[in-house]
């Protein structure tokens, strides 16, 4: 089955870190651009960062200097340093611009004071 698969999240405390991974299962992700995205409820996905298949990342400006995207052929990575009670909620990557458009399920992050 293609698939994205997101992993990592969980619960720390407020200026803890986490490092969520997005997996794709049944396709490779070399050729596409990965996103990450998050959402609380009743509120829309906000995008966070895109990363590009250079490497070359660009950061919402709530998370410049705190996360950090990276990635290899099949995962990509969200670094998260300096965690905020702000940065809970639910994370979601995303393959786009191949032939592989797909959203993962989601990996629920929660940053407790």
């Known amino acids: 089955q293609v698939q994205l698969v997101e992993s990592g999240g969980g619960s720390v405390q407020a200026g803890g870190s986490l490092r969520l991974s997005c997996t794709a299962r049944g396709f490779s992700t070399d050729k596409c651009t990965m996103d990450w995205y998050r959402q609380t409820p009743g509120n829309q996905r906000a995008w966070i960062t895109s990363i590009y298949t250079d490497g070359d990342a660009t950061y919402h400006d709530f998370v410049k200097g705190r996360f950090m995207a990276s990635r290899d052929k099949t995962t990509a990575y969200l670094q998260m340093n300096n965690l905020k009670p702000g940065d809970s909620a639910m994370y979601f990557c995303?393959?786009?611009?191949?032939?592989?458009?797909?959203w993962g399920q989601g990996t629920q992050v929660t940053v407790s004071s």
């Open positions: 995303q393959s786009r611009g191949c032939a592989y458009n797909y």
